[in-house]
């Protein structure tokens, strides 16, 4: 008799855990911050086209935590090298936009001249509110695109 109510004890849960996608919510859906348009004051890349890429879940689990809902990202892809990409997001461009670059602005993944990815951070403070964008350019050496991973973040202390 115990072990039929054992069996059932874990029969319910798993019927309660499934019926209210607790491993979902526990796990952070995949698209919880993606918003549906780059915001108006992040210039473009031309003639790139929206991705959905999905972050991993070990990803997400961190940024969720770390975050606590204060991300919101969104992808591109195009077919220009990630180095034109980086030239784009250069300090000049983000400062007409209201941006002020990190100290180092874009940073390469080489020291070559021709880098095939990059991250950008810059920040921006509109009254009391903070925030951070970054941006990370990844060349997909398998083919001929570029992704480009815009991720804001409100940093404005509470």
Same mark, same amino acid.
């Not at 209210?20 to 210039?43: F, Q």
């Not at 002020?100 to 950008?120: L, P, R, S």
């Given at each position: ?6 069996? !059932?004890?874990?029969?319910?849960? !798993? ?7 607790? %491993? ?46 204060? @991300? ?37 993944? %080489? ?25 990370? @350019? ?7 695109? %570029?992704? @480009?991973?815009?991720?804001? @973040?409100?940093? %404005?202390?509470?």
């Amino acid at each position: 008799m115990k072990a039929l109510a054992s069996i !059932l004890a874990v029969t319910l849960f !798993l019927g309660v855990v499934i019926s209210c996608k607790l %491993t979902e919510r526990l796990a952070g859906d995949k698209n919880a911050g993606t918003v549906s348009s780059l915001w108006p004051d992040v210039p473009p890349f031309a003639g790139a086209t929206k991705a959905d890429l999905e972050i991993p879940l070990g990803a997400r689990l961190m940024i969720r935590a770390m975050m606590q809902g204060k @991300i919101n990202f969104i992808s591109f892809r195009t077919n220009k090298p990630a180095q034109e990409v980086k030239d784009f997001y250069s300090n000049d461009r983000m400062k007409a936009a209201g941006w002020t670059a990190n100290d180092k602005g874009c940073v390469g993944d %080489t020291e070559d001249t021709e880098n095939h990815g990059a991250v950008c951070f810059f920040s921006r403070k509109d009254g009391s509110k903070e925030e951070g964008l970054a941006i990370v @350019i990844a060349q997909d050496e398998k083919l001929p695109e %570029t992704n @480009i991973f815009y991720a804001r @973040i409100d940093t %404005t202390k509470k």
